[in-house]
């Protein structure tokens, strides 16, 4: 759905510019997250890292239900 909004709510000579400013934020945040994963698990173990992101992929959809995004209908 995002993908969408962006391809018709960008001015058409700017959209490889927003697709691309996109995809290298997104994917930028990979190191990150392996950053962050190796961290955890260097100072907590691999089992209780594991854990801990089962946890966190449980708990973040609960957040996004509680959230006002939910109840967003449309885009501005």
Do not use: H, K
Not at 34 to 51: D, M, V, Y
Not at 52 to 60: E, G, I, Q, R
């Amino acid at each position: 759905m995002t993908r969408t909004y962006r391809q018709t709510a960008t001015p058409p000579e700017l959209l490889p510019r927003v697709m691309a400013t996109v995809r290298f934020i997104s994917w930028g945040a990979v190191p990150f997250g392996a950053l962050t994963a190796g961290g955890a698990a260097a100072l907590w173990g691999n089992r209780a890292s594991l854990a801990l992101m089962a946890v966190l992929c449980t708990v973040s959809p609960v957040v996004l239900l509680a959230s006002p995004v939910r109840r967003m209908r449309d885009l501005a």
